[in-house]
């Protein structure tokens, strides 16, 4: 998931693909009333029917060919999933270089991709935590 207005993500690698456990993912990542855009695969049907959550869809397929909506007409196309896919190519990328991940291994792979996208900016404070210098010591200028 990607949070629009944070723009955090959360990914969790899951055992199937079923409604049960994508439910779960979106429980753990979202709040109740949160609005949730996917495109109009049967896996996310029971999405906007738990927790008072609203679900829009847009339609990759068929004769529409839909990426994006203007839901309130305001010009600016707000429903779309295009971020999580660009995402998907983005960990595709960062996995590349290892020629292979065992599934066993997968969900660290993943938590890795997703702290180094969730950091906005290196600061000194990380760069101690980091190297496991006290917050007492100083760098030299």
Not at 81 to 95: A, D, H, M
Request: one cysteine or more.
């Amino acid at each position: 998931m990607v949070g629009r207005e944070s723009a955090e993500v959360r990914l969790d690698v899951i055992e199937t693909a079923s409604m049960v456990e994508l439910d779960d993912a979106v429980d753990n990542a979202c709040l109740e009333g949160t609005t949730v855009n996917t495109d109009e695969w049967s896996g996310y049907n029971r999405i906007g029917k738990r927790h008072g959550r609203v679900h829009r869809t847009v339609d990759h397929s068929g004769p529409k060919w839909t990426w994006a909506l203007d839901v309130d007409g305001d010009g600016v196309r707000e429903v779309h999933c295009n971020t999580l896919e660009g995402l998907w190519t983005g960990l595709r990328n960062f996995l590349r270089p290892f020629r292979g991940v065992s599934k066993w291994f997968l969900a660290e792979y993943v938590a890795v991709f997703q702290w180094g996208y969730n950091l906005k900016r290196v600061s000194d404070e990380f760069m101690r935590v980091l190297l496991g210098i006290p917050s007492s010591t100083c760098f030299p200028s």
